[in-house]
């Protein structure tokens, strides 16, 4: 994948009346330029970049499921985000230091409309698929719904059309764990980084199951007197995204979560989703309790001739990064044309 920056020369302004001067968004594509290549646009999730090849490289490169010789791939980082994108670390115009928590709050839909600037700027006109998982799928469906004659077909894994309260109750406990931390308040790169880790302990909880701590964290000594072996795999998680991440970007992209609500000034969420053109599928997991499929089958009943699909995983949420058998299947039969699908 070969990485890109695009600098907007003017002003973008964001859904709530806020303005960023001349954003900056990071991008990756599966060739150095664009050259009226079939086009997959990849929607990342919340904390990833944006080389799908680093997150979801079981499913994206040669004689994969995202192969690059079939398709232009384009893959590009939210604001917000701390991976090259405009964001909290990013220098504030106004004062010439970091933003920090004086980011504006950026929307779902803002984070389509700034992706939507670079698809003009690359000088594609049609999105033959858009894909996301998670967080990801909030960036997908709007892009279906803001850009219904852009976008052919449409991928939505375990994820939903509004945020749920059991979402933001998740996302709000990271907000205080993050808070709870001191040095938040220092407004320096590495503030707030205990508190960070502490957040990550928690969404993990949300990521995946009873079942998959059972499969991969059990302690197997029938004689244990103190189980320790899953408060380790916490500690270890939580380190893990505190030294590649910031709590500044963190919070400021689990705001962004909370903004999602397709059905916002449309008339609600039914309305909105039936105006979708794209041929979709909806993908489910089972065991997910971050986005339950009944969530995914609301969204497969209202898009007009939307296609459900489900995927068992002992793992919950993460089972889109890591059933990624099962995901190649579905979506293979999905892109397969109809008189070939059922042979």
Same mark, same amino acid.
């Given at each position: 994948m070969?990485?890109h920056?695009?600098?907007?020369?003017e002003?973008?302004?964001?859904?709530?009346?806020?303005?960023?001067?001349?954003p900056?968004?990071?991008?990756?594509?599966s060739?150095?330029?664009?050259?009226?290549?079939?086009?997959?646009?990849?929607?990342?999730a919340?904390?990833?970049?944006?080389?799908?090849?680093?997150?979801?490289?079981?499913?994206t490169g040669?004689?994969?499921?995202?192969?690059?010789?079939?398709?232009?791939?384009?893959?590009?980082?939210?604001?917000?985000?701390?991976?090259?994108?405009t964001?909290p670390?990013? !220098?504030n115009?106004?004062? =010439?230091a970091?933003?920090? $928590?004086?980011?504006?709050?950026? %929307? #779902?839909r803002?984070?389509? *409309?700034a992706?939507?600037? !670079?698809?003009?700027?690359l =000088?594609?006109?049609?999105? $033959?698929?858009?894909?996301?998982? %998670? #967080?990801?799928?909030?960036? *997908?469906?709007?892009?279906?719904i803001?850009?219904?004659?852009?976008?052919?077909?449409?991928?939505?894994?375990a994820?939903?059309?509004?945020?749920?309260?059991?979402?933001?109750?998740?996302?709000e406990?990271?907000?205080?764990?993050?808070?709870?931390?001191?040095?938040?308040?220092?407004?320096?790169?590495e503030?707030?980084e205990?508190?960070?880790?502490a957040?990550?302990s928690?969404?993990?909880?949300?990521?995946?199951?009873?079942?998959?701590y059972?499969l991969s964290?059990?302690?197997?000594?029938?004689?244990?007197?103190?189980?320790?072996?899953?408060?380790?795999?916490?500690?270890?998680?939580?380190?893990?995204?505190?030294?590649?991440?910031?709590?500044?970007?963190y919070?400021a992209?689990?705001?962004?979560?909370?903004t999602?609500?397709?059905?916002?000034?449309?008339?609600?969420?039914?309305?909105?989703?039936?105006?979708?053109n794209?041929?979709?599928?909806c993908?489910?997991?089972?065991?997910?309790?971050?986005?339950?499929?009944?969530?995914?089958?609301?969204?497969?009943?209202?898009i007009?001739?939307?296609?459900y699909?489900?995927?068992d995983?002992d793992?919950?949420?993460?089972g889109?990064?890591?059933?990624?058998?099962?995901l190649?299947?579905?979506?293979?039969?999905?892109?397969?044309p109809?008189?070939?699908?059922?042979s």
């Open positions: 070969y990485l920056s695009y600098h907007s020369k002003p973008f302004i964001l859904e709530n009346g806020q303005r960023l001067s001349e900056t968004i990071a991008y990756h594509t060739a150095p330029k664009y050259n009226g290549q079939k086009v997959l646009w990849i929607c990342h919340l904390t990833a970049n944006s080389d799908p090849t680093a997150w979801w490289e079981v499913m040669p004689g994969k499921c995202f192969d690059p010789l079939e398709y232009f791939i384009v893959c590009a980082n939210i604001l917000g985000s701390c991976y090259g994108s964001g670390m990013s !220098l115009p106004n004062t =010439g970091p933003y920090y $928590d004086q980011f504006p709050v950026v %929307s #779902v803002d984070w389509v *409309a992706h939507n600037r !670079l698809r003009i700027h =000088g594609i006109k049609e999105i $033959d698929t858009v894909i996301g998982a %998670s #967080v990801g799928g909030f960036q *997908a469906l709007e892009y279906a803001c850009h219904r004659d852009v976008c052919k077909r449409l991928v939505l894994i994820s939903n059309a509004r945020v749920s309260p059991w979402n933001t109750a998740f996302n406990s990271q907000r205080m764990a993050i808070l709870a931390d001191p040095t938040y308040q220092e407004y320096r790169p503030g707030g205990r508190g960070l880790a957040a990550r928690i969404a993990l909880l949300s990521y995946r199951s009873n079942e998959g059972l964290q059990e302690e197997l000594n029938t004689d244990t007197f103190m189980a320790q072996k899953a408060a380790s795999y916490q500690q270890y998680q939580g380190e893990k995204l505190r030294k590649r991440f910031d709590a500044y970007s919070m992209l689990t705001k962004t979560f909370d999602h609500n397709a059905g916002r000034g449309r008339g609600g969420l039914e309305k909105a989703l039936q105006s979708i794209a041929q979709t599928l993908i489910g997991i089972t065991g997910d309790r971050l986005f339950p499929p009944c969530e995914v089958k609301f969204m497969a009943r209202h007009p001739e939307a296609q699909a489900s995927i995983s793992f919950g949420h993460d889109f990064l890591l059933e990624w058998k099962s190649t299947k579905i979506i293979t039969a999905f892109n397969q109809p008189q070939y699908a059922n």
